[in-house]
């Protein structure tokens, strides 16, 4: 069982950054491909971006890529989404997520977790 919780959001100017946390329980998460979709208002959640278990593969949706770095840091059991250069479009709640054979479909992952909210004010 793998627990996840999400923290970073918040409320940024277009142009500023954020980091967005991902802290994990269970010692399976290390094992487990880890993913960060969004969900604006109104939308369906989406892929924002992903990496394997080993972090030796890592993969962006077209708008983020050059903007957002996914990482993990296994030694905390914890995952990341540095947010630069952000956009009003970016603005969602952002959401971690665990499994993902499938890294690209939500349904796909087996654990999510709660959702931090990301505002950026044009």
């Known amino acids: 069982q793998v627990q996840l919780v999400e923290s970073g959001g918040g409320l940024v100017q277009a142009g500023g950054s954020l980091r967005l946390s991902c802290a994990a329980s269970g010692r399976t998460f290390s094992s487990y491909a880890m993913g960060w979709f969004r969900q604006a208002p109104g939308k369906e959640r989406e892929f924002v971006a992903a990496?394997?278990?080993?972090?030796?593969?890592?993969w962006y949706t077209d708008s983020v890529k050059g903007r957002f770095t996914i990482s993990r840091d296994y030694g905390k059991n914890a995952g990341y989404l540095q947010m630069n250069s952000l956009k009003p479009e970016d603005t969602a709640v952002y959401y971690c997520?665990?499994?993902?054979?499938?890294?690209?479909?939500?349904?796909?992952?087996?654990?999510w977790g709660q959702g931090t909210r990301v505002t950026v004010s044009s």
């Open positions: 997520a665990a499994g993902g054979f499938d890294v690209f479909t939500t349904t796909s992952y087996n654990y």
């Open positions: 990496i394997t278990w080993s972090s030796s593969i890592t």
